[in-house]
């Protein structure tokens, strides 16, 4: 039996026994007609439950930890993104291995995916604290987190590892939103400030794609945000060429999924017109690949939408062909 996606290859006939033999194991009450859904799933089990269907293992061989994290409570418009890591998985199982933008498929040993991570409901600050507890033990031990979200105030957390660790690192941002509140709604810690608390960390952060921003941080930030129309005006390439010389060697890449324009991506709690598109992130990825060190990675912000699946096919193919430019 060949493996390939999701798909079990049989030999020709094989499926016939396979139907036979459990067809003969139910018992006569049972023996209803198969239909052809249930025959195709019988014949076609999904792989494994981990990120890109991988199975393996082994934590010590990866290269790249998942973390997934289903949280939303720091969210300020519409809830939902609790669900993405989930959705994101799931997609994620059938996806083709073999990539022609790689030129070859991902290993299986390359990749680890840890269990959901339990949701601190105290506080904000407490669940980042819990996130940053984690990515702190992946970094540890010499490996790329992946954290898969959930709301963009975790994404604290994970900075606040790396900084925990003495890491000296650039924040690439991209969103529609600039996430520079000082508050919102009386916290410091939801996913509005993220890159304010990020800024009392690490000095070097660029923010690409923006179109939402308040006055003073439009004023005070000019210099380090692409704006989406600046990026629709340069194109991918030049804005690739712009972030790698206004970063360091090692850095961390968030992607609140909203900025993608919502015409390809609808699944997000705040959407914003005018956005950027899959080709303009992955070109992003295969420069970026070229020049710097990914020290994490984090996707967040997918509020998937019942019945429609496009857009956390797009997530977790983001996430492949991300990892697949990094890891080379
Ligand atoms: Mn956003």
């Given at each position: 039996?060949?493996?390939?996606g ?16 459990l ?7 049972q ?50 993104s ?27 040993k ?35 987190p ?25 924040i ?5 939103h ?21 800024g ?23 210099d ?9 005006k ?38 914003e ?6 080709r ?10 070229k ?11 997918l ?14 193919k983001?996430a492949?062909l ?7």
């Amino acid at each position: 039996m060949l493996r390939r996606g999701g798909l079990v290859l049989l030999a020709p006939g094989q499926e016939i026994d396979i139907v036979k033999r459990l067809f003969e194991t139910k018992r006569d009450w049972q023996k209803a007609p198969l239909s052809e859904a249930a025959i195709s799933m019988l014949l076609n089990p999904m792989p494994k439950y981990t990120m890109f269907g991988f199975d393996s293992d082994d934590y010590s061989s990866a290269k790249v930890v998942v973390l997934p994290v289903p949280y939303d409570h720091a969210t300020t418009y519409k809830a939902g993104s609790r669900d993405g890591p989930h959705a994101i998985i799931e997609a994620s199982r059938s996806i083709e291995p073999y990539s022609y933008e790689l030129g070859r498929k991902l290993e299986d040993k390359s990749v680890y995916t840890l269990d959901e991570l339990q949701p601190d409901l105290d506080s904000l600050e407490k669940m980042q604290d819990r996130v940053s507890g984690e990515v702190a033990m992946i970094i540890d031990d010499g490996k790329i987190p992946l954290m898969l979200g959930g709301d963009h105030s975790l994404t604290i957390g994970a900075i606040k590892a790396f900084k925990k660790r003495g890491r000296d690192i650039s924040i690439i941002h991209l969103d529609a939103h600039a996430d520079s509140w000082e508050e919102l709604f009386g916290s410091k810690y939801t996913h509005g400030s993220v890159i304010t608390r990020a800024g009392e960390m690490y000095e070097s952060i660029v923010q690409v794609g923006i179109r939402c921003i308040d006055e003073e941080s439009a004023k005070k930030h000019r210099d380090r945000i692409l704006f989406a129309d600046d990026f629709g005006k340069m194109g991918a390439e030049k804005a690739a060429e712009w972030i790698i010389k206004n970063t360091g060697k090692d850095v961390y890449i968030t992607i609140d999924i909203d900025v993608l324009d919502p015409s390809e991506m609808p699944s997000v709690g705040t959407p914003e017109p005018a956005g950027l598109f899959f080709r303009d992130l992955v070109s992003i990825m295969k420069s970026l690949s070229k020049e710097k060190n990914l020290a994490g990675m984090d996707i967040m912000e997918l509020a998937p939408i019942p019945g429609i699946v496009a857009p956390n096919f797009l997530a977790a193919k983001l996430a492949y062909l991300s990892l697949g430019f990094f890891l080379k």
